[in-house]
């Protein structure tokens, strides 16, 4: 008798295991074994996603983003056996595999019903002029401010020296 036990299984360990065994007289015996696994969304804790109250199967995760004419590789992280079939979708339109979208599956196709939902941000050439306008903004507020406190301690100290100014 040969056991393979797994602690605490997770979708990752599905799969084809096979077992080989040589008998005394030389003989190969072998069996296999299949894990199923319905597909588990696998995020990490810098890629956080959440799964839809209204939709068990929708895991919507946060939003991407990429600068504009760059390259931008949106993954889904789907750990399941046998590996699941993919559509990928934009604006609730299935994307056709074509230069501007080439679609890659590793392995067997096989339906089963997940749903993964990520926001791809484009952004122009000059998104880092708002925060840097915002950060103007503060330093001349905070020069403003230093100013009118020195301005307000000198009138207040002329105020103390009247004897002086008659």
Not at 67 to 79: D, M, R
Not at 97 to 114: R, T
Not at 139 to 159: D, E, M, T, V, W
Request: with cysteine.
């Amino acid at each position: 008798l040969s056991r393979l036990i797994f602690g605490n299984a997770s979708a990752a360990q599905s799969g084809k295991y096979r077992c080989e065994i040589r008998t005394e007289d030389g003989e190969l015996v072998f069996g296999n074994m299949f894990a199923y696994s319905r597909p588990v969304v696998h995020a990490n804790s810098s890629d956080w996603a959440t799964v839809s109250a209204s939709d068990p199967t929708l895991v919507v995760a946060a939003h991407m983003s990429s600068p504009k004419g760059a390259t931008a590789h949106i993954v889904c992280p789907v750990n399941a056996y046998p590996h699941p079939y993919t559509v990928w979708y934009k604006d609730g339109i299935p994307c056709v595999a074509s230069n501007q979208f080439p679609i890659y599956v590793d392995g067997p196709e096989q339906e089963f019903e997940v749903k993964f939902d990520r926001e791809l941000k484009i952004g122009g050439n000059y998104g880092w002029l708002l925060p840097l306008i915002i950060i103007l903004i503060i330093i001349a507020l905070l020069f403003i401010i230093i100013y009118s406190c020195q301005a307000c301690k000198r009138y207040k100290a002329n105020q103390y020296h009247v004897a002086e100014r008659e």
